[in-house]
């Protein structure tokens, strides 16, 4: 897995790298826009991974490639400011950069960089990519063993100062912090951080994730729309974010919404991190097939409260849901990108095709449709120790009855 980054970087820089580190996708198994309100999420780590070869340079110079998008840069780390690198290059160097604004002993490197991870389909590439640099640009450089969420908030405020993407903190956490065969329940508002078991294989079941490959023009601006909406919301209801809106006390909240455009809002934030609860005790119980409606109503509410949805994956969650999946949803922020099933280990192909052969029949791109194992966060890959896992196990959910 790792000798393609290490030939790929020799064949760039023309010597051997000092080391390959990885860091994996994600997608949310639920909890959508929770993580803009201080809530809940659920996330699981890809098996796909973006991995990173680098090695340190003494220059204070950061070169870059990558094997999936062109464009190689050599960049200065004194010039870095957040406005001044565009394209691809903008993800690492922003890491360079964050790190450094924390105070991180981090010095220039060549970097190469491939990925399996699909890129632009709300499965976190951009996460993949900024964890797996930080990660090495850190254990390069001697920096101070930083723990693993925190190395996920400085990935964060990479993507938000610096590239200039508004996004929350789920995607590289997720990426930082997952382990193998669970899902990462994270309250956003931190600290809290646990491992619930999400061993699907062991209960007969499998995560079918469906890149539907389109994405629509309107994503950025309803991000930023559905944002500022939950924002004026909690200023209404004078809470400081909509987490803080109790779920017993929804209906007294739309009540006291002045503005009946927040309400369907309201309504899917507050709803959805309660579902994100009610499915983190169903998995923490034994009971993952219990948990396939909840994920159905949690796409109804990003549909037609939140929405955000569109034809392409409203399609595959219609489609999953009637060939026999347990529960469907779209995953991400819409407006395209990917949705899930969950569905019984036997039906998985059934359902998978029924999708495929729906897009053909309604005449959509043909989807790229992949069983997801829940997998681990980043590591080093080479050489060889895994990189350590310094702060990154949560407390682990007990596996009886809550
Ligand atoms: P997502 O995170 O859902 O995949 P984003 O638009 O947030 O989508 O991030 C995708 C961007 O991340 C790409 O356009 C590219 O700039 C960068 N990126 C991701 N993977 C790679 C890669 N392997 N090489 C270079 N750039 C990458
Ligand atoms: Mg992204």
Same mark, same amino acid.
């Given at each position: ?212 490959? /389109?994405?629509? =023009?309107?994503?950025? *601006? &309803?991000?930023? @729309? %559905?944002?500022? !909406? ?5 200023? #209404? $209801? ?78 595959? /969650?219609?489609? =999953?849901?009637?060939? *026999? &999946?347990?529960? @469907? %949803?779209?995953? !991400? ?5 990917? #949705? $899930? ?62």
């Amino acid at each position: 897995m790792t000798g393609g980054a290490v030939t790929g970087f020799e064949d760039a820089y023309g010597y051997a790298p000092e080391g390959v580190w990885s860091a994996p996708g994600r997608v949310n198994l639920i909890g959508e826009y929770t993580d803009v309100n201080e809530g809940h999420v659920l996330p699981v780590a890809l098996p796909q991974r973006t991995r990173v070869a680098a090695a340190a340079r003494t220059d204070g110079v950061l070169r870059l490639r990558s094997r999936d998008v062109p464009g190689p840069a050599g960049l200065p780390l004194d010039g870095l400011a957040p406005g001044r690198v565009t394209g691809w290059a903008a993800y690492p160097a922003g890491v360079a950069w964050a790190l450094r604004e924390a105070g991180l002993p981090v010095g220039g490197a060549d970097v190469y960089v491939e990925s399996d991870v699909p890129a632009g389909a709300g499965l976190s590439s951009s996460a993949a990519l900024e964890v797996a640099t930080a990660l090495a640009l850190t254990e390069l450089h001697g920096a101070a063993p930083c723990d693993r969420p925190a190395l996920a908030r400085l990935a964060q405020r990479a993507e938000n100062a610096f590239v200039g993407v508004p996004c929350g903190v789920m995607d590289q956490t997720a990426s930082a912090c997952c382990v193998p065969g669970h899902a990462l329940h994270l309250d956003t508002r931190g600290p809290a951080l646990r491992q619930v078991p999400f061993d699907l294989a062991a209960h007969g079941l499998r995560l079918l994730v469906v890149d539907t490959r /389109v994405r629509h =023009a309107l994503a950025d *601006g &309803a991000y930023a @729309a %559905r944002r500022a !909406g939950c924002e004026a919301a909690a200023r #209404a $209801l004078g809470v400081r974010a909509l987490r803080d809106v109790p779920y017993g006390e929804l209906e007294a909240a739309l009540g006291a919404l002045a503005d009946p455009a927040l309400r369907p809002l309201v309504r899917h934030v507050v709803t959805e991190d309660e579902r994100v609860r009610d499915v983190v005790a169903l998995l923490a119980a034994g009971e993952p097939r219990k948990a396939g409606p909840l994920l159905t109503a949690g796409h109804a509410s990003l549909r037609d409260d939140f929405a955000v949805s569109c034809p392409e994956l409203d399609l595959a /969650v219609a489609v =999953a849901n009637g060939a *026999g &999946a347990l529960g @469907a %949803r779209m995953t !991400g922020a819409g407006f395209g990108g990917s #949705a $899930l099933a969950l569905v019984e280990e036997g039906g998985a192909e059934a359902v998978g095709a029924a999708v495929t052969a729906a897009f053909a029949a309604a005449g959509h791109r043909p989807p790229r449709v992949f069983a997801a194992v829940a997998s681990g966060g980043a590591r080093r890959e080479f050489p060889g120790d895994g990189g350590g896992e310094v702060g990154v196990r949560g407390e682990e959910e007990p596996a009886g009855p809550p």
